[in-house]
């Protein structure tokens, strides 16, 4: 792996940091990392406790994930506004029960206006469990402007 500028780290780390701030963040036990431009792992736990009546994760946990995670792959690339998703596209493969769920995040296209990054969310046993592309417009919203970002 090709080491990145000084610049890129400390805007990858502010990402990682503007996750965790998220209030929404607080009922996920979920933790983003960002290995390089174009790219992020989200690791998250689902439990009982976001099951359906059938007994599995529910839809919203595939969402946030899979949109989580192409969001911040494609933020990599917009290093002075904060993204917003404008359309995602799911599809969903296998239920999850259980345990450890990473959702590994690509950015696709685009630099400028509209950016598209795909993700896919891979279970314990290394099987995918769902997948999803997103598109993502730059927001008027300075990053730069968002205490978790900047802290």
């Known amino acids: 792996m090709v080491a990145e500028p000084a610049g890129a780290d400390l805007h990858h780390r502010a990402l990682e940091r503007l996750y ?24 998250f736990t689902v439990t009982p406790d976001v099951y359906h009546a059938a007994g599995a994760a529910h839809g919203t946990i595939y969402f946030k994930m899979l949109d989580d995670a192409a969001f911040y792959a ?47 969310l891979i279970d314990s046993e290394g099987d995918e469990i769902g997948r999803g592309t997103g598109t993502f417009m730059r927001s008027r919203i300075a990053l730069s402007s968002l205490e978790g970002y900047s802290s």
């Open 20 to 43: 965790q701030s998220a209030p929404v963040n607080r009922v996920f036990s979920s933790k983003l990392e960002i290995p390089s431009e174009g790219h992020s792992r989200l690791t």
């Open 74 to 120: 494609a933020n990599t690339l917009a290093t002075d506004r904060f993204l917003l998703t404008t359309s995602f596209n799911l599809h969903f493969t296998k239920p999850v029960r259980e345990g450890e769920v990473v959702a590994e995040g690509r950015w696709v296209s685009g630099k400028r206006r509209v950016l598209v990054a795909e993700s896919r």
